[in-house]
């Protein structure tokens, strides 16, 4: 039993340091959701445990019934009852037939053989995103080298766990064969962290991008900027803005050395103005872009739109991911179109078109200045302006959208504002009444989508301007609709949502960025140019394709759910009193990073030692830990075994008694001994000989009389149950007063028996 016990614990050490290696790992971008660490933390560790250890299953059928349902209540209760359930139980499942075949059916477990290059796919992996990590972006190279050697150690070993699983019979050559493991995975490790030169992972390193040698602290002005033209002015959908009509703003540049963290600046220009600084660079098909990192959608009579807490959608912006996430979850909007959307960011939270169908794990790059983060994402979007649903029929929300939509309609205010709103929602409804000739002429009807254009438009008489104030309790809300109508998008958007519910309409308000073509003047064009010239990823998209998103393109908007076309996003601020002067915060001037183009990326640290040793540290605690829950699980399964009596209870009691007395330092019992030949061995556990002795005494102390009660309850046929009962009782006699006799006293005694787990030796 030792060898098998010995392969099946280095076969889960090796998968579980690479489950570990994914979630503590700091050079990785990655994290678990919590299906994930049900299923590669819980379900595949315990549905293997079920498939090696016979005892107290030892029918393959009860074994079998119990696992599945064990596995199939794990995943409904990560996943509930919904489609991502089959994820973990579909792994469990594999986990347990593997490990069922390879331990007891070798001859049918040749699958097997695939389980190191799955182990080594993973470390594949981890060598991908072993740089997609902030905060050790300096030790990428030498992180990389260690899970190189990693690979080859996982690799090696847990192949040779295979072979000798497979192989059981080769018992005669396990030595010769264990050395030639070794010697293997001695030689990789020298090729690794020997032979192979230091710097054997290079970067490639970015020529001077600039047109000539300029300092990095310098300003320019635009005529420094150039702008890519096809002789007319034009670049597919895009047309140089004019200078006239109005003011325009400058570009600027500063330092990628000078860069704020947070992409923003409190100093100002020489009007008295605080410029805009760049966030990203998005590269989209489809204008406009409207990126969201939080969806609020609870509404608190004091505090306005608040997040729900678990809303996944407010997860995924800053949840980390090991490889590509899909949205297992249906989509029931028509007329949505997948379109891919790329960000070259300065943050590291995603920002996320909705409906997101596909993420990207977050790539770091080290060779675009401050723009580190690279974001792809896929999105079942709708294209067109929601607003042509006026020209469609839409019907009213069934009872199952109303019922499953009903935190989206619920308006908890106090009887005098909601009077009060839904007086001002009441003309709202019924000036668009009066006008309804003039936007829809003689077209049907449509109630649903024009409750939401009467919202819209009747904000109409509005004046839109950038608010520092992000404040939108419905204090703010009153202050904005019936006293001042002035505000920003803020304002306009929790405004709307609100008056929304109230129009029986299910609404939400979003947070995020906006990338339109609308907000590209000609210093967001000319620095997206610059920018695109000195960057080569950016040079793989069209230039009428990208966006240039500072942080005065920051927006806040409402989401109504349509009937058939699901959230849709639409524009508070399309029908309000454009914003005056300096009211536009994207008038203001552009800041944008110049990259140093004579930047020399370092060589390679040394091999590190330290996040070698911190792994390795981590992985042994954790083996400790799962060692002592293997300790007292085992016991605790003994002791109630013990409990049901007769002939398992017997062999459990012994098996309990054999744990203990190790665990408080006496003798292992060889393998080859009987419980009876065992006994003689010993001249006594209470006497001064508590070791082995040569020949041992004839008697075998306080041990002999329950060993002779042992050998009888299981060998010897009682006609009688009672009798079996009554010898049973006896071994139990015997069994607390070998425990009660043999157990040192003092307190290094007592912590010595509780960590001890010399009782591993008989499971």
């Known amino acids: 039993m030792k060898r098998p016990l010995l392969l099946f614990a280095l076969r889960l050490f090796f998968y579980l340091s690479l489950a570990v290696i994914v979630h503590v790992h700091p050079g990785i971008v990655v994290s678990y959701d919590r299906?994930?660490?049900?299923?590669?933390?819980?379900?595949?560790?315990?549905?293997?445990?079920?498939?090696?250890?016979?005892?107290?299953?030892?029918?393959?059928?009860?074994?079998?019934?119990?696992?599945?349902?064990?596995?199939?209540?794990?995943s409904v209760w990560a996943a509930g009852f919904s489609i991502q359930a089959l994820s973990p139980f579909f792994a469990g499942a594999v986990a347990f037939v593997l490990t069922l075949l390879l331990f007891h059916y070798p001859r049918w477990g040749k699958a097997s053989v695939l389980e190191p290059f799955f182990l080594a796919w993973i470390c594949f992996r981890l060598l991908v995103f072993s740089r997609a990590g902030e905060d050790v972006a300096g030790e990428s190279n030498a992180l990389t080298q260690f899970l190189l050697v990693w690979t080859a150690v996982v690799f090696l070993f847990h192949s040779a766990v295979v072979y000798f699983c497979l192989n059981p019979a080769s018992s005669g050559g396990a030595r010769t064969e264990g050395v030639v493991f070794g010697l293997a995975t001695l030689a990789a490790l020298a090729l690794v962290i020997l032979v192979l030169p230091a710097d054997f992972i290079r970067h490639t390193v970015i020529d001077n991008l600039l047109p000539d040698q300029r300092d990095v602290r310098h300003r320019p002005s635009d005529n420094d900027w150039g702008f890519p033209d096809d002789g007319g002015g034009r670049q597919g959908r895009r047309v140089l803005p004019g200078d006239e009509g109005g003011p325009n703003p400058s570009l600027r540049g500063l330092s990628e050395h000078d860069w704020p963290a947070d992409g923003r600046r409190r100093g100002r220009n020489g009007r008295g103005q605080r410029p805009?600084?760049?966030?990203?660079?998005?590269?989209?098909?489809?204008?406009?872009?409207?990126?969201?990192?939080?969806?609020?959608?609870?509404?608190?009579?004091?505090?306005?739109?608040?997040?729900?807490?678990?809303?996944?959608?407010?997860?995924?912006?800053s949840q980390r991911f090991f490889v590509t996430w899909f949205d297992n979850e249906p989509d029931v909007g028509l007329y949505r179109q997948s379109r891919e959307v790329f960000s070259l960011s300065t943050l590291s939270h995603k920002f996320l078109p909705y409906r997101p169908i596909a993420i990207e794990p977050t790539i770091l790059s080290e060779n675009t200045g401050p723009f580190r983060f690279i974001h792809r994402t896929v999105s079942n979007v709708h294209p067109e302006d929601p607003l042509s649903l006026l020209h469609i029929p839409v019907r009213e929300l069934s009872p199952v959208e109303r019922y499953s939509l009903v935190p989206y309609l619920e308006v908890p205010l106090e009887e005098a504002d909601r009077e009060r709103f839904v007086a001002l929602l009441d003309d709202f409804l019924e000036s668009w009444d009066l006008n309804r000739l003039y936007f829809m002429r003689e077209e049907p009807r449509n109630n649903y989508m024009e409750r939401i254009l009467a919202i819209l438009t009747g904000f109409s008489d509005y004046q839109y301007n950038v608010n520092p104030n992000f404040s939108s309790t419905i204090a703010d809300m009153r202050t904005f609709l019936f006293y001042t109508k002035d505000g920003d998008c803020v304002e306009f958007s929790n405004s709307a949502a609100l008056l929304g519910r109230l129009a029986g309409i299910p609404s939400r308000v979003v947070t995020g960025y906006v990338a339109a073509n609308s907000l590209q003047t000609t210093a967001h064009?000319?620095?997206?140019?610059?920018?695109?010239?000195?960057?080569?990823?950016?040079?793989?998209?069209?230039?009428?394709?990208?966006?240039?998103?500072?942080?005065?393109?920051?927006?806040?908007?409402?989401?109504?759910?349509?009937?058939?076309?699901?959230?849709?996003?639409?524009?508070?601020?399309?029908?309000?009193?454009?914003?005056?002067?300096?009211?536009?915060?994207?008038?203001?001037?552009?800041?944008?990073?110049?990259?140093?183009?004579?930047?020399?990326?370092?060589?390679?640290?040394?091999?590190?030692?330290?996040?070698?040793?911190?792994?390795?540290?981590?992985?042994?605690?954790?083996a400790l830990a799962g060692a002592y829950a293997l300790r007292y699980g085992r016991e605790a399964a003994l002791y109630?075994?013990?409990?049901?009596?007769?002939?398992?209870?017997?062999?459990?009691?012994?098996?309990?008694?054999?744990a203990r007395l190790a665990a408080d330092g006496k003798p292992i019992k060889p393998v080859s001994k009987t419980a009876g030949e065992y006994a003689r061995l010993f001249t006594g556990f209470t006497g001064a000989g508590d070791g082995l002795v040569d020949g041992g005494s004839s008697e075998g102390g306080p041990f002999a009389g329950f060993a002779a009660l042992y050998t009888e309850l299981r060998w010897s046929d009682f006609g009688d149950k009672a009798e079996m009962d009554s010898r049973f009782a006896l071994l139990e006699g015997e069994y607390r007063k070998i425990l009660a006799e043999n157990r040192r006293k003092g307190l290094p005694a007592r912590l010595a028996r509780v960590f001890s787990l010399r009782a591993l030796a008989y499971l």
């Open 525 to 622: 064009l000319r620095g997206l140019a610059a920018l695109r010239s000195r960057i080569p990823l950016l040079q793989e998209f069209p230039f009428d394709e990208l966006f240039l998103v500072t942080d005065a393109h920051g927006h806040s908007w409402p989401q109504f759910y349509v009937p058939d076309f699901g959230w849709l996003d639409f524009e508070a601020t399309a029908f309000a009193i454009p914003p005056i002067g300096l009211g536009d915060g994207n008038l203001r001037d552009v800041v944008i990073p110049l990259l140093d183009g004579t930047q020399v990326f370092s060589s390679v640290r040394a091999f590190p030692w330290r996040a070698v040793f911190r792994t390795l540290a981590s992985l042994a605690a954790l």
């Open 640 to 658: 109630l075994a013990a409990r049901r009596g007769g002939r398992v209870g017997a062999r459990s009691l012994y098996l309990l008694l054999l």
């Open 276 to 317: 805009q600084y760049t966030v990203k660079v998005v590269a989209s098909r489809y204008d406009p872009v409207y990126m969201a990192n939080l969806v609020r959608g609870r509404l608190d009579p004091v505090e306005g739109f608040l997040p729900f807490p678990g809303e996944p959608l407010n997860r995924l912006p």
């Open 35 to 74: 299906v994930g660490q049900f299923q590669w933390f819980i379900i595949i560790p315990l549905a293997t445990l079920f498939a090696f250890f016979p005892a107290p299953w030892n029918n393959p059928r009860l074994k079998l019934l119990i696992a599945s349902v064990s596995i199939g209540f794990l």
